[in-house]
């Protein structure tokens, strides 16, 4: 039986053309680390207009729902949120996940839309198999390298990005979602429905006022939108504005009053009942959780731990 070569050298083609130049400057926004016992606490429904999201499911398992499809995620499991993308991280004590999630902007993938990485019909949930071990380790060195303030940590982070986004890229070209199909009546009025709560959902609507701007019953609009997302219209809405006022709880300083009337809430007191009801913990908690000093003299910077 031959025995195995010592020494083995790998050869790198000469000419290797980037994906990322001229217009196509991705940028790294920021790297998350979601312990299990953090995901009791979820991110809900909730968009970004500007950037990629990528998450990496490292344990647990539940039940998500993305765009307008529900979806099961499992350990392995690699999300790719485009810019744009309503997803809603439905978690809590008995379905704990643990995961890492990076934030990218500035892309300009050749024929898709500004921060795109994918095309938008090629589906949000990748199993990554053979190529997991490298996607955490790379997600692992990008969060323990810029939490602990290493030197150059951006600079090396930068880098990383773009191996793990030549990674990504590789997974979501092989077996992948299904891509979507042809809608039939009831899914159109669905995604009519949906798209109308997403544009106006800080706006003081309710059923009837939607029943009257889409030409539909509200009954009928209801039971429709139940049937096909799980849930009723005003769920749906609800949930988009606690998704919206984390967000700015998490990206700006604006006061917990001013982000309750963004949301469409009259009082603070009201506001402060419906998160602590969908979120676990009140605003003002939850805004604490995301806050990490890295110097006394320096401003406090927002990360998610």
């Not at 809603?88 to 898709?112: F, K, N, R, T």
């Amino acid at each position: 039986m031959p025995k195995a070569s010592l020494n083995v050298q790998c050869f790198v083609e000469k000419k290797v053309k980037s994906i990322f130049e001229g217009e196509n400057q991705p940028k790294l926004l920021y790297v998350s680390e979601i312990r299990p016992d953090a995901s009791a606490h979820p991110r809900v429904m909730h968009a970004h207009e500007d950037f990629v999201e990528l998450i990496l499911i490292c344990s647990g398992s539940s039940e998500y729902l993305i765009h307008d499809k529900k979806v099961i995620i499992k350990p392995g499991d690699l999300l790719v949120y485009n810019a744009g993308v309503v997803h809603d991280e439905v978690s809590g004590p008995d379905m704990e996940v643990g995961s890492y999630c990076i934030a990218v902007g500035g892309l300009h993938m050749p024929g898709l839309r500004e921060n795109a990485l994918i095309p938008d019909d090629a589906g949000y949930v990748f199993p990554t198999g053979k190529y997991f071990a490298d996607l955490r380790c790379l997600f692992e060195m990008m969060f323990r390298t810029l939490s602990a303030g290493e030197p150059n940590a951006e600079l090396f982070c930068s880098s990383l990005m773009h191996a793990l986004l030549v990674s990504v890229l590789t997974v979501t070209a092989g077996p992948r979602a299904e891509s979507e199909k042809p809608l039939e009546e009831p899914h159109i009025l669905d995604r009519r429905i949906k798209e109308y709560i997403d544009k106006h959902y800080m706006e003081p609507i309710t059923l009837q006022s939607m029943g009257e701007a889409l030409h539909i019953s509200p009954y009928y609009l209801s039971h429709v939108f139940k049937q096909m997302s799980g849930y009723s219209p005003v769920q749906y809405l609800l949930r988009r504005r606690i998704g919206e006022a984390q967000t700015l709880l998490i990206t700006t300083d604006l006061s917990i009053t001013r982000i309750a009337e963004m949301v469409g809430y009259d009082t603070q007191s009201y506001f402060n009942l419906q998160f602590t009801k969908n979120v676990g913990m009140p605003p003002n908690k939850f805004r604490q959780n995301y806050i990490v000093s890295t110097d006394i003299e320096e401003k406090p910077k927002r990360k998610r731990k």
